[in-house]
T-cell receptor, first 114, second 117 residues
Framework: ELKVEQNPLFLSMQEGKNYTIYCNYS?????LYWYRQDPGKSLESLFVLLSNGAVKQEGRLMASLDTKARLSTLHITAAVHDLSATYFC??????????????FGTGTRLKVLA | GAVVSQHPSWVICKSGTSVKIECRSLDFQATTMFWYRQFPKQSLMLMATSNEGSKATYEQGVEKDKFLINHASLTLSTLTVTSAHPEDSSFYIC?????????????FGAGTRLSVL
């Protein structure tokens, strides 16, 4: 069974601090996506990582992908309150077979304290 | 950017009634759409893959007769929750798949919050 696990599940951090969210998955995949979800809202796409070693940065967030380790990280630099949300990673393990299903991680609820 | 419209955003219904949710890709054609269900403070669970012009593919444990999916055109998929009961109350999110430049990207609708009384 394919599993996508995020660590930590909950994160409370002070403004200005740095932290990393981890996404581990149990099958081969070289495609991984990060999303943000605000309470009561749908998903907002943050990053699309399409190959081993891919690194993308947007503002205070940076995502990377290590397909050999089956690990992606989402690094937060100098957190601000506006980053408070739930973050999901999603793996796309079957795109070559044509099923195109995403498998979502467990989610990380981030709260940035002023 | 690609836009996916989902309607309604919020619906309240009585137990035993049926509710239809629409998912439209506004600026691209989507041969494949997906329906997810999300319980409070939990992750998204894929319910089914909606294929234009053919039957939907349901995930294990999802009742086909309970959650009817129709993908009648390249821009529209509908999810009908039949004979809804309080346990069907949830947040339902659709996505439309766009394949461009070798990238398989899903674009998500705004979600529908269903409350069954």
């Amino acid at each position: 069974e394919l599993k996508v696990e995020q660590n930590p599940l909950f994160l409370s951090m002070q403004e200005g601090k740095n932290y990393t969210i981890y996404c581990n998955y149990s099958t081969t995949s070289d495609r991984l996506y990060w999303y943000r979800q605000d309470p009561g809202k749908s998903l907002e796409s943050l990053f699309v990582l399409l190959s081993n070693g891919a690194v993308k940065q947007e503002g205070r967030l940076m995502a990377s992908l290590d397909t050999k380790a089956r690990l992606s990280t989402l690094h937060i630099t100098a957190a601000v309150h506006d980053l408070s949300a739930t973050y999901f990673c999603a793996v796309d393990p079957d795109y070559t077979s044509g099923t195109y299903k995403y498998i979502f991680g467990t989610g990380t609820r981030l709260k940035v304290l002023a | 950017g690609a836009v996916v419209s989902q309607h309604p955003s919020w619906v309240i219904c009585k137990s035993g009634t049926s509710v239809k949710i629409e998912c439209r890709s506004l600026d691209f054609q989507a041969t494949t759409m997906f329906w997810y269900r999300q319980f409070p403070k939990q992750s998204l669970m894929l319910m089914a893959t909606s294929n234009e012009g053919s039957k939907a593919t349901y995930e294990q444990g999802v009742e086909k007769d309970k959650f009817l999916i129709n993908h009648a055109s390249l821009t529209l998929s509908t999810l009908t929750v039949t004979s809804a009961h309080p346990e069907d109350s949830s947040f339902y999110i659709c996505s439309a798949r766009r394949l461009a430049g070798g990238k398989n990207i899903q674009y998500f609708g705004a979600g529908t919050r269903l409350s069954v009384l």
